[in-house]
């Protein structure tokens, strides 16, 4: 059974980069039928989109985010990886790892993890 | 980008009742559209896909329909574990876009 699992600082400070990573069990991330992605919810609010990559290592970003963020993949490890640059208070959220085909929805989350952005 | 919108944004029910959310895309989608299902602290799930696909696993008091603009997810008799928020997405094309989402209230 397929799992992802987001790990990462819970707090990063202004200004600086926000690093995630998702580990992928129970199914390899070099599957040429999957993309791997990355989804925010601030608290209290709605889904958004961050971006995806292929194993290949070919990326979609979220024009609102693309000058800041950063995804890539590690075969060898089985993860991918979101960098998020510049940080506000505004991108604190919980952040998800998710499995979508293409085209085809999110089949698959992590569990998701709390990033506060603070001083 | 293509904008989704829910409607509503609240929606107040009794357990057995019948509930229709409805979704609206800013251009066509043709039918790639899912359904999702968030409880508080959990991931969302999901539901349906393309339109009107129930994932294998969920209960088929779950429905979708629609394409093109205009779609609908309905409950046919809502269970007490039914209450949560729904999200619709369009995954025609790259910003995959949300809706604002619809909290599903007891009543």
């Known amino acids: 059974q397929l799992q992802l699992q987001e790990s990462g600082p819970g707090l990063v400070k202004p200004s600086e980069t926000l690093s995630l990573t998702c580990t992928v069990s129970?199914?390899?991330?070099?599957?040429?039928?999957?993309?791997w992605g990355w989804i925010r919810q601030p608290p209290g609010k709605g889904l958004e989109w961050i971006g995806s990559i292929f194993y290949s290592g070919s990326t979609y970003y979220n024009p609102s985010l693309k000058s800041r963020v950063t995804i890539s993949v590690d075969t060898s490890k089985n993860e991918f990886s979101l960098k998020l640059s510049s940080v506000t208070a505004a991108d604190t959220a919980v952040y998800y790892c998710a499995r979508h085909g293409y085209p085809a929805p999110m089949d698959v989350w992590g569990k998701g993890t709390t990033v506060t952005v603070s001083s | 980008d293509i904008q989704m919108t829910q409607s509503p944004s609240t929606l107040s029910a009794s357990v057995g009742d019948r509930v229709t959310i409805t979704c609206r895309a800013s251009?066509?989608?043709?039918?790639?559209l899912a359904w999702y299902q968030q409880k508080p602290g959990k991931a969302p799930e999901l539901l349906i896909y393309k339109a009107s696909s129930l994932k294998s696993g969920v209960p088929s008091r779950f429905s979708g329909s629609g394409s093109g603009t205009d779609f609908t997810l309905t409950i046919s008799s809502l269970q007490p574990h039914d209450f949560a928020t729904y999200y619709c997405q369009q995954y025609n094309s790259y910003p995959y876009t949300f809706g604002q989402g619809t909290k599903l209230e007891i009543k």
């Open positions: 129970g199914g390899s991330i070099s599957s040429s039928s999957y993309y």
């Open positions: 251009q066509s989608i043709s039918s790639w």
